[in-house]
């Protein structure tokens, strides 16, 4: 019996890169930090899943948001990424095996 596909998570991973190879500065982290607020109420009041969180290091903050639609959770978050003024930046888009990527 082939796995029911339909109760697969989906994910939306934002790659940002910082001045510096390690955490960034101050103002970058907090920027980061009131983005994620932001598409954590945006996310929660549209009902398409959650933002789940950061992780910093090697000169890049990553966000993280999972739900059982890739594409309506970034079209929820995708205001306040393309907000964020770090550059180059890009986002996965991860549904079940199939990535995509949509660069800001």
Same mark, same amino acid.
């Given at each position: 019996?082939?796995?029911?596909?339909?109760?697969?998570?989906?994910?939306?991973?934002?790659?940002?890169?910082?001045?510096?190879? #390690?955490?960034? @500065?101050?103002?970058?982290?907090?920027?980061?930090?009131?983005?994620?607020?932001?598409?954590?109420?945006?996310?929660?009041?549209?009902? $398409?899943?959650?933002?789940? %969180?950061?992780?910093? #290091?090697?000169?890049?903050?990553?966000?993280?948001?999972? %739900?059982?639609?890739? @594409?309506?959770?970034?079209?929820?978050?995708?205001?306040?990424?393309?907000?964020?003024?770090?550059?180059?930046?890009?986002?996965?888009?991860?549904? %079940?095996?199939?990535?995509?990527? $949509? @660069?800001?």
């Amino acid at each position: 019996m082939a796995p029911d596909n339909g109760d697969e998570e989906h994910a939306v991973i934002a790659h940002f890169p910082l001045a510096a190879d #390690g955490f960034g @500065d101050a103002d970058q982290r907090e920027r980061v930090y009131e983005a994620e607020e932001v598409m954590a109420a945006a996310v929660e009041e549209a009902g $398409v899943g959650e933002v789940d %969180g950061n992780e910093f #290091g090697g000169g890049e903050a990553l966000l993280y948001a999972y %739900g059982p639609d890739a @594409d309506a959770l970034f079209k929820v978050m995708e205001p306040t990424l393309r907000g964020l003024p770090f550059r180059p930046a890009h986002v996965v888009l991860r549904q %079940g095996d199939i990535e995509s990527r $949509v @660069d800001l």
